[in-house]
């Protein structure tokens, strides 16, 4: 009997010729990996200049009154004195952090069919007896990781400075808290997924990387409606919401996979895409 491998020689060959080409590619290294540059450097520097904030105790209870109501992590936690304002000014970066799991697996799986199909490295790919599911499944991983590594790789340096100028109470009771945790253990990756889902089944269906990765770009918005409803006050973050958002993606994840199998013809692209 013929044992079924998930990762075998076939998915591994196409991961290792699609990260070749990705490292060839200036473009594309560059848009994914600026993005997540800046958003790190953004939230080092937040956590850094916060670590100087000397106001009133008065104008901390003005400043942050308000903000505080929207601080996930600390609903059981009396902060004073600069702490309160230094966790409303960094729990944005809870909902910021969801940006990099989408930004760079769109980028990458917007390019790895389009893009070679304008280079004319894919035709023969599909020629070969490669099935789909182990092709799809190959670009996915290999948009996926690097997506969920940079995503772990920026919060553990955002960590690695908050010990440094946090307090204890706002290091270990905010920036550990659960809902922190599972924001970025499961639900960047999960947000990975969906961003590779969807940029597989439009780089499946145009003919520029640049529409694609247009198209896909349209999937932040949702985190921006998000962020701006967290400020607001609009939104509670807290764990069961965070794990509540986390069902409804691994839902949609579930299901953009199953549409880019269908739509991924590879006898279409073969003969159609020229």
């Known amino acids: 009997m013929k044992r079924f491998v998930l990762l075998n020689r076939h998915v591994l060959a196409v991961m290792e010729n699609e990260w070749a080409q990705l490292i060839r590619n200036r473009v594309v290294v560059y848009t994914t990996v600026i993005p ?8 080092v520097s937040v956590v850094v200049l916060s670590s100087v904030v000397d106001l009133s105790h008065e104008a901390i209870n003005k400043t942050a009154g308000g903000l505080l109501q929207t601080v996930p992590g600390i609903e059981d ?3 004073q004195g600069a702490d309160r304002l230094r966790a409303s000014l960094l729990s944005p970066f809870l909902v910021l952090f969801q940006i990099i799991p989408l930004v760079v697996p769109i980028t990458i799986a917007s390019y790895s069919i389009v893009g070679e199909k304008q280079q004319r490295s894919l035709e023969p790919l599909l020629a070969t007896p490669i099935k789909t599911w182990e092709l799809l499944l190959a670009k996915a ?7 969920v590594l940079s995503t772990w790789w920026g919060f553990a340096v955002f960590l690695a400075v908050a010990r440094i100028f946090t307090s204890d109470t706002v290091y270990n009771k905010l920036l550990l808290s659960p809902t922190w945790i599972f924001a970025i253990v499961l639900l960047a990756p999960l947000f990975t997924l969906l961003a590779v889902g969807l940029g597989i089944i439009i780089s499946s269906r145009v003919k ?9 770009s349209l999937l932040i918005l949702p985190v921006i409606g998000l962020l701006v409803a967290q400020i607001s006050g609009a939104v509670r973050l807290s764990t069961p919401f965070v794990l509540s958002i986390a069902f409804g993606v691994a839902l949609l994840d579930a299901i953009l996979l199953i549409v880019a199998v269908r739509l991924f013809r590879r006898e279409e692209i073969l003969t159609g895409w020229h």
């Not at 997540?36 to 939230?43: E, N, Q, R």
């Open 208 to 216: 520029d990387p640049n529409s694609a990765q247009q198209l896909g």
């Open 36 to 43: 997540t540059f800046l958003l790190v450097a953004l939230a």
């Open 77 to 79: 936690v009396f902060l």
């Open 141 to 147: 991983l290999s948009a996926a990781l690097p997506g």
